[in-house]
């Protein structure tokens, strides 16, 4: 029966070609627009560390003074100060914990006549890799005691160390950062999460090419290595010596692998926020211990121009998909002395309906394919835009069947209301008339 | 021509008029919408910084020693005044689209009490204000002996130039000379009014806070280094600039060249805007395929009516209805319709409107721009309906004697 109607319908298509065409451009147009925007918008929503985002966690507590705070209202600070940092690190509540500042470090080739250049730098702890599963080329990272000691060593990434030591294992080298001497440890494979979710409110980039040097904290600081954000709630004199100071500039991140472990990190974090308070540290109690992907939500990381495109697609399909039923519905009007017919000979209203269905379905799927050629044009255009996530808009597998799902779900919604209306015709007047 | 007989054909095709109008509807809520969209970004876009963009490029140095500033700031500046062509080097903090570097918020009293804005602090040393072309609309420019040494990132003590916008802001109907404000414990008194001068960034707080500037004159030192403004003809500022870097592997071999920083301010200003420039050329290709898209549903619709009452038009010119009878009916019929279809679609744009508004940092949108989208969506539908309609026209009488 499927065959007999597919041969109908394409039959039905075939005889007025400007109609056919014109649906299928305008569904094509549509879900091409649809398609484009939201490869962006989920490729800039992802999940940046799928195997682990469940167990990694972001704590936040809140130094800042009362005035402004609305009980159960206020949203706790998005970055700590370097001593609460410290005290939850030290504190070991977690499986594995990491403290976090981005900066910019300068970087000194060995060859000679060449210029110095700046690197985007992770100051970090030991367990910053193995806790966000960053893979290693050669080497490895530092140790805790390297965190005490500032040890003067550091990792880099695989680009570096391709430009720097021609991709060669530079394990035990020395390179010159901030006119210091550090000696590498580990190279990584390349390496850059997408969003880059442990750069959020430390003044780092959400996407784009990952960060290129690693290194203890104390070791940074140690040759006054700046933090790219900076927060202070109470006026500072003394901006060298921002450990002791009333400013936030250290993001904190922790794993916790199961839900008794991360009840009792969250009682932990209540106690220390309760505490700092009875302790006039504090003057806000709150507390927020978001997972990876709520903090990504939280920081609002896909920008607004991108959600501003996709809903704009949307409302471009919406308009496609009405102006579809109406051509849809003055074809199948058309014919309603070929349905008076078939009705009379005996066919069903259900057959009469699945007929048009499935020539709505083949105006979808035409339009899908349509559809994907305007989409990889338009992710064509995303890579030319200049936006730091421009090179990674490109359509996957998932995608592209999506393309498909969306392209028969938005004809056989067109279809419904003229396939409905061609089986509900009444055969006798139709047959009359002629 | 008669309305009512259009009418009460229109109301035995209930559903696909419905449909058309709909689609009218959701293309002039999406239309005004965009439209609006698109004028807020070129307003953006055509920010006036307030000083000589055409004359003026910057060189940003970074990764140098901080004791050696003082020392930097001589070698540079005497370094780059070397190259013909230009007019004037001076030391500044921060540029018009470039990365801001003094942004601070300022208070109305010395308690700290009273808050005033976020405003940025553009400190910068001798010359800087003539090579800037900042335009003094009340009071005077800086004096040589204003240009102090800086403890911290501004002077404890200074007296400033503020802009006509942030005049206007903080004492709103008073004159503004000679009026003080605070930042922290920095004090500073207004001897000045310029006509703008643009946040480096653009507008954090809105577009009504993008010309809250304050010129703070200063002296060149270990606080204000690594950034110098160059002044040149406008014609032989590219030349200048490109001679500038290569200067400076010499005289600065220390100190690391910002390259995306050190630009002629009419780049940094194009690079500034570039997405801006990106998503409006976006939004007019939505609307022009928009446009098409309902343009094609009409020629759609419209033509299978006129396929379908080909016998009814016979017999009309039959009895007595010219061709222009026959094409102002469907061109009625549609005018009934696109009509029926704006009337929706305003109420839809205003609601979509205030969705934006809840999302996005967008103001209400101007009534005016409702007349605008029916007007164009009135001409689409007439054009669209042209050609069925002359094709209807041109039916012959003798259709109505024929029978199929």
């Known amino acids: 029966m499927f065959a007999y109607y597919l041969d109908l319908a394409l039959r039905s298509l075939k005889r007025n070609k400007v109609l056919t065409t014109l649906m299928i451009l305008a569904l094509a147009l549509g879900i091409g627009a649809t398609i484009t925007t939201l490869t962006v918008l989920r490729l800039l929503s992802g999940d940046p560390l799928p195997q682990k985002s469940a167990q990694l966690f972001y704590p936040q507590i809140d130094p800042n003074p009362k005035d402004g705070y609305v009980a159960g209202e206020t949203k706790p600070a998005p970055t700590m100060t370097y001593p609460d940092a410290m005290n939850l690190l030290h504190a070991r509540r977690a499986t594995r914990q ?59 990434a695989s680009f570096l160390n391709d430009k720097l030591f021609g991709g060669t294992n530079s394990v035990g080298k020395v390179i010159r950062i901030n006119d210091h001497d550090f000696r590498i440890t580990g190279v990584l494979k390349p390496w850059a999460p997408q969003p880059r979710f442990y750069s959020q409110d430390l003044g780092g980039r959400s996407y784009g090419d990952g960060d290129a040097v690693f290194l203890p904290l104390k070791s940074g600081r140690a040759i006054k290595m700046g933090p790219g954000d900076i927060e202070c709630y109470a006026a500072v004199s003394d901006m060298d010596h921002l450990e002791a100071a009333p400013c936030m500039w250290v993001g904190v991140w922790v794993e916790l692998g199961d839900a008794a472990s991360i009840a009792s990190f969250k009682e932990y974090l209540a106690n220390y926020a309760k505490q700092q308070v009875s302790l006039s540290r504090f003057q806000r109690s709150e507390t927020s ?29 919406l308009i496609c998909v009405v102006n579809t039923v109406g051509l849809l519905l003055a074809k199948c009007l058309r014919r309603s002395r070929e349905i008076g017919v078939r009705r009379a000979l005996g066919a069903t209203r259900s057959a009469i309906f699945a007929q048009f269905m499935v020539e709505a379905a083949i105006v979808g799927m035409a339009g899908g394919v349509l559809g994907l050629v305007f989409a990889e044009l338009g992710l064509l255009g995303i890579r030319h835009q200049p936006a730091e996530y421009a090179s990674l808009a490109h359509l996957d597998l998932a995608m592209f069947l999506f393309t498909f799902v969306v392209a028969l779900v938005a004809s056989l919604i067109a ?9 509900v015709l009444a055969p006798a007047p139709q047959l009359k008339a002629a | 021509m008669q309305i009512q007989p259009v009418l009460s054909a229109l109301r035995r095709h209930r559903l696909a008029t419905l449909l058309i109008a709909l689609e009218i509807a959701l293309a ?14 070129v307003g953006l876009m055509h920010v006036d910084s307030g000083v000589d963009e055409r004359s003026l490029a910057t060189i940003s140095l970074t990764g140098y020693d901080d004791a050696k500033s003082t020392d930097l700031n001589a070698r540079v500046t005497s370094g780059l005044r070397a190259i013909p062509g230009v007019q004037s080097v001076s030391v500044i903090n921060q540029v018009p689209f470039g990365e801001h570097a003094g942004t601070a918020g300022i208070t109305l009293d010395s308690a700290g009490k009273q808050f005033g804005g976020v405003v940025d602090f553009y400190v910068a040393g001798p010359e800087s204000f003539k090579a800037l072309g900042l335009q003094v609309v009340e009071g005077r420019a800086p004096s040589s002996d204003e240009y102090q040494p800086l403890q911290q990132f501004v002077p404890s003590n200074a007296n400033v130039l503020v802009t ?44 009504s806070t993008i010309q809250w500037s304050v010129f703070t004159p200063a002296q060149p030192g270990p606080n204000l280094s690594g950034r110098y403004l160059l002044r040149a003809d406008p014609s032989q500022l590219w030349r200048v600039l490109r001679d500038a870097r290569a200067a400076i592997a010499t005289v600065a071999p220390d100190a690391v060249v ?51 009452r080909r016998r009814q038009i016979g017999i009309r010119r039959a009895i007595g209805a010219t061709r222009g009878d026959i094409l102002h009916y469907f061109q009625i019929e549609n005018f009934l319709i696109v009509t029926f279809g704006i009337v929706l679609g305003m109420v839809l744009a205003y609601a979509l409107n205030l969705l934006l508004m809840t999302q996005y940092e967008l103001p209400r949108l101007p009534l005016y721009y409702l007349p605008i989208g029916a007007l164009i969506l009135w001409g689409l539908g007439q054009l669209a309906v042209l050609g069925p309609a002359m094709r209807a026209a041109a039916v012959p009488p003798v259709v109505a004697t024929r029978s199929v």
């Open chain 2, 258 to 308: 910002d390259q995306l920083q050190s630009q002629t301010i009419t780049d940094l200003r194009e690079r500034h805007f570039r997405q801006d420039r990106v998503m409006a050329g976006m939004l007019i290709g939505v609307i022009v395929a928009l446009l098409l898209v309902t343009a094609l549903g009409i020629v759609g619709l419209a033509s299978f009516w006129v396929a379908q």
């Open chain 1, 415 to 423: 279809g419904i209301l003229p396939a409905w209306r061609a089986c």
């Open chain 2, 28 to 41: 002039c809520a999406v239309l005004c919408n965009a439209c609006f969209l698109i004028a807020n970004r």
């Open chain 2, 164 to 207: 006509r916008t942030l005049a206007d802001h903080l004492w709103p109907g008073v004159d503004a000379l000679g009026k003080e404000f605070w930042c922290d414990k920095f004090h500073f008194r207004v001897v000045g009014v310029v006509a703008n001068l643009a946040k480096a960034e653009g507008s954090e707080g809105g577009p």
């Open chain 1, 98 to 156: 990491a403290a976090i500042v981005l900066s910019q470090a300068k970087v000194m080739p060995l060859q000679a006549n060449s210029h110095p250049f700046f690197s985007d730098t992770v100051m970090t702890t030991a367990d910053f890799f193995a806790m966000f599963d960053a893979p290693f080329q050669f080497g490895g990272g530092w140790n805790a005691n390297d965190d005490e000691g500032a040890a003067q060593e550091v990792v880099i």
């Open chain 1, 289 to 317: 211990l978001l997972d990876l992907m709520g903090w990504l939500r939280d920081q609002q990381v896909v920008p607004d121009d991108v959600r501003l495109q996709a809903g704009l697609a949307f409302g471009f399909l």
